[in-house]
């Protein structure tokens, strides 16, 4: 399968938990994309890597929140000490390059937090 | 106010009519706009995607762009059960399209 994987597909943490995600982009695709997806919304955009640089952090982004992309391959994004609030859908997507518009969306990561 | 307005739904209707899905935006930056089709449990996959103002057409999939209203329209002709699902609307205002700017969605259900 040659599309974008997350893993893992659910998680359910316990308040005050730290969680991490897993993005696995399209191998020849150089921008990475997060977006957190709540229920009834539209994805909102977290953040973006070009190869392993970090080029933009949306202000929901809080403190708690961090995002990897060490080899410019796969991503992780952590969350630490979570809150109720946090519950929702993870997506990662991935392009080509900047000449491309099409993002590539993964099948999300949902998280819940009790 | 949120800078891209779409109605959520849901919308229900008869296999075989012409559907049509609107969003609005404040921001008139934005010169891209995509619709993207996102089944359950999946993530969102783009449909179509237009530059500007003006009409796009892929198949059953008409998209218009109307910047002077800032409005943006998707028509779905001969709809299919096969196209229920939530739709949503994205725009950015630059070309690269890195940080898109997502309508709700609407849900839509095409009734055999």
């Known amino acids: 399968d040659t599309g974008v994987s997350q893993d893992p597909r659910h998680k359910i943490t316990k308040r005050g938990q730290n969680v991490t995600f897993r993005c696995d982009p399209i191998?020849?695709?150089?921008?990475l994309y997060w977006y957190r997806q709540t229920l009834g919304q539209g994805p909102e955009f977290l953040t973006y890597?070009?190869?392993?640089?970090?080029?933009?952090k949306s202000r929901l982004l809080s403190d708690r929140f961090s995002a990897e992309r060490p080899k410019g391959s796969f991503s992780t994004l952590e969350i630490q000490r979570t809150e109720q609030g946090d519950s929702a859908m993870y997506l990662c997507?991935?392009?080509?390059?900047?000449?491309?518009?099409?993002?590539?969306f993964g099948p999300g990561t949902r998280l819940t937090v009790t | 106010q949120k800078e891209v307005e779409q109605d959520p739904g849901p919308l229900s209707v008869p296999e075989g009519a012409i559907v049509s899905l609107n969003c609005t935006y404040s921001?008139?930056?934005?010169?891209?706009f995509m619709w993207y089709r996102q089944y359950s449990r999946k993530g969102p996959e783009l449909l179509m995607y237009?530059?500007?103002?003006g009409n796009k057409e892929d198949g059953r999939f008409t998209a218009q762009v109307d910047k002077s209203s800032k409005y943006i329209s998707l028509f779905i002709r001969d709809s299919q059960p096969s196209d229920s699902a939530t739709y949503l609307c994205?725009?950015?205002?630059?070309?690269?399209?890195?940080?898109?700017?997502f309508g709700t969605g609407t849900r839509l259900t095409v009734i055999p």
């Open positions: 997507a991935s392009k080509e390059g900047f000449d491309h518009y099409e993002q590539y």
């Open positions: 191998s020849e695709h150089n921008r």
């Open positions: 890597f070009q190869n392993e640089a970090q080029l933009e």
């Open positions: 921001n008139s930056a934005f010169q891209y």
């Open positions: 237009t530059y500007s103002s």
């Open positions: 994205a725009m950015s205002s630059v070309a690269g399209a890195n940080n898109l700017f």
